[in-house]
């Protein structure tokens, strides 16, 4: 589309819905422009802000369908270790932390938070129908919706319900892609994987377009003038969020550098520079949980990583005075079967715990721990919906009254907060 083209002033309805990639627009901030339509289509610009405006949502996704039983292990059930002779964890390595349960050896992250009184541990996790499939279970993970066909993801529906219409960088996805979960209609995510790279991107056709774009020009035309604010608040988050890693400092250790570690430090570069962001989203790259082969070593390896950089950024969120502020919520979209597998791995199963951290949370068990001898098919049976956690977030941290309208259905919350 030829710029000037833009003096014919179209519907402002209309040409909202067709969003800037009518301007031939590609950015790296895709959401904050490329994913307009539907913002941008909403005629009110004002609304009321969430009700607790100082808090902050961690989602941490353990991506590829982590081994519950090997991460929370019931290491009193003989059953337990007659279908695992070979992968389960031996009791006298189990980390203790009740009568009947403990943790995987290297969860010693996890270990302190929970005896700090900081980790709830949600038993049985999962959704009535399960779906064995990567792709069908995080997709329902995502939308809050289990085989319900929802576009829309629950952290989406919930910033658009949360935060005033036109609130600048509500939701923050840290990836090289955006999360079904972050899609919304009126609160387009900042999407980045690295802060350093994040700058405009695309076509020589597209850049200049863009550049002709002049952001700082005043207009009455009204879509002309929400159009350029949508662009300078992309162009004004880049450089917030460059500026805010580059600055930023901890001597807090977060254990080993890359993947889930670096992206926490991300996050909390961004909390301590003040941006407003009330969610951010952190994914493990790829299907890192999915231990077909040889599971011991490799999960053994992804836990130590996940509960060291998790006790470290609650540990830096102490350190810049914003722990009180910050709950972290931790899932994976399904988990393992019981019995182990010909191959010293784990196929794709059901139920599966959650986890869910913060100076606030009740720390203890949450939940009814699922038999191992009476199962479907092998599988663990659900005994918490996973709803039930996502309205525990909504409603009783973040402070929203309303789960039913976001999560499409009556979810009881779990009273997992003081």
């Given at each position: 589309?030829?710029?000037?083209?833009l003096?014919?002033?179209?519907?402002?309805r209309?040409?909202?819905?067709q969003g800037?990639?009518?301007l031939?627009?590609g950015?790296?901030?895709p959401a904050?422009?490329?994913?307009?339509?539907?913002a941008?289509?909403?005629?009110?610009?004002?609304?009321?802000?969430?009700?607790?405006?100082?808090r902050?949502?961690v989602?941490v996704?353990?991506?590829g369908?982590?081994?519950?039983?090997?991460?929370v292990?019931?290491?009193?059930?003989?059953?337990y270790?007659?279908v695992r002779?070979?992968?389960g964890i031996?009791?006298?390595?189990?980390i203790?932390?009740?009568?009947?349960?403990g943790?995987?050896?290297?969860?010693?992250g996890?270990e302190?938070l929970?005896?700090?009184?900081k980790?709830a541990?949600?038993?049985g996790?999962?959704?009535?129908?399960p779906?064995?499939?990567h792709?069908?279970?995080?997709?329902?993970w995502?939308?809050?919706?289990?085989?319900?066909g929802?576009?829309?993801?629950?952290?989406?529906?919930?910033?658009d319900?949360?935060?005033?219409p036109?609130t600048r960088?509500?939701?923050?996805?840290?990836?090289?892609?955006?999360?079904?979960?972050?899609?919304?209609?009126l609160?387009?995510?900042?999407?980045?994987?690295?802060?350093?790279?994040?700058r405009?991107?695309?076509?020589?056709?597209?850049?200049?377009?863009?550049a002709?774009?002049?952001?700082n020009?005043?207009?009455?035309?009204?879509?002309?003038?929400?159009?350029?604010?949508?662009a300078?608040?992309?162009?004004?988050?880049?450089a917030?969020?460059?500026?805010?890693?580059s600055?930023?400092?901890t001597?807090?250790d977060?254990?080993?550098?890359?993947?889930?570690?670096s992206?926490?430090?991300?996050?909390?570069a961004l909390?301590?520079?003040?941006?407003?962001?009330?969610?951010?989203?952190?994914?493990?790259?790829g299907?890192?949980?999915?231990?077909h082969?040889?599971?011991?070593?490799?999960?053994s390896?992804?836990l130590?990583?996940?509960?060291?950089?998790i006790r470290g950024f609650?540990?830096?969120?102490?350190?810049?005075g914003?722990?009180?502020?910050v709950?972290m919520?931790v899932?994976?979209?399904?988990?393992r079967?019981?019995?182990?597998?010909?191959?010293e791995?784990?196929?794709?199963?059901?139920?599966?715990p959650?986890?869910?951290v913060?100076e606030s949370?009740k720390g203890?068990?949450?939940?009814?721990t699922?038999?191992?001898?009476?199962?479907?098919a092998?599988?663990?049976?659900?005994?918490?919906?996973?709803?039930?956690?996502y309205?525990?977030m909504i409603?009783?941290?973040?402070?929203?009254?309303d789960t039913r309208?976001i999560l499409?259905?009556?979810?009881?919350?779990?009273?997992?907060?003081?």
């Amino acid at each position: 589309m030829n710029l000037r083209h833009l003096s014919k002033e179209p519907r402002r309805r209309d040409f909202l819905r067709q969003g800037l990639n009518g301007l031939g627009v590609g950015l790296g901030l895709p959401a904050l422009l490329r994913s307009t339509s539907d913002a941008l289509a909403a005629d009110t610009l004002d609304g009321k802000p969430g009700s607790n405006p100082e808090r902050i949502l961690v989602v941490v996704e353990l991506t590829g369908g982590n081994d519950g039983l090997n991460t929370v292990v019931p290491y009193r059930n003989d059953e337990y270790y007659r279908v695992r002779p070979r992968i389960g964890i031996r009791r006298k390595d189990a980390i203790a932390i009740s009568d009947e349960a403990g943790f995987h050896p290297s969860l010693v992250g996890f270990e302190r938070l929970y005896k700090d009184g900081k980790l709830a541990v949600v038993e049985g996790c999962g959704y009535p129908d399960p779906s064995l499939s990567h792709f069908s279970s995080m997709s329902f993970w995502h939308t809050g919706v289990p085989n319900g066909g929802e576009t829309l993801g629950w952290v989406g529906r919930f910033a658009d319900a949360y935060s005033a219409p036109g609130t600048r960088n509500a939701i923050v996805n840290i990836g090289s892609s955006q999360s079904l979960a972050v899609r919304g209609k009126l609160h387009p995510p900042l999407v980045f994987a690295e802060p350093a790279q994040l700058r405009r991107t695309g076509s020589e056709t597209e850049k200049r377009s863009i550049a002709a774009f002049d952001l700082n020009a005043e207009s009455q035309n009204p879509t002309l003038a929400f159009l350029r604010s949508v662009a300078r608040n992309a162009a004004d988050s880049g450089a917030l969020v460059r500026d805010a890693w580059s600055s930023y400092q901890t001597p807090v250790d977060y254990g080993i550098a890359g993947g889930l570690s670096s992206d926490l430090r991300k996050v909390a570069a961004l909390i301590a520079a003040g941006l407003p962001t009330q969610v951010y989203y952190v994914a493990y790259r790829g299907n890192s949980f999915d231990t077909h082969v040889h599971q011991a070593d490799l999960h053994s390896r992804l836990l130590m990583y996940t509960a060291d950089a998790i006790r470290g950024f609650m540990l830096d969120m102490g350190r810049i005075g914003r722990a009180a502020d910050v709950s972290m919520m931790v899932f994976s979209e399904f988990g393992r079967r019981i019995e182990e597998n010909a191959s010293e791995g784990t196929d794709h199963g059901t139920a599966g715990p959650m986890f869910l951290v913060g100076e606030s949370v009740k720390g203890g068990f949450y939940g009814t721990t699922p038999s191992l001898t009476d199962t479907d098919a092998g599988n663990l049976k659900m005994t918490t919906d996973f709803r039930r956690v996502y309205a525990t977030m909504i409603g009783e941290w973040m402070g929203h009254a309303d789960t039913r309208s976001i999560l499409k259905g009556e979810f009881e919350p779990l009273g997992a907060f003081a």
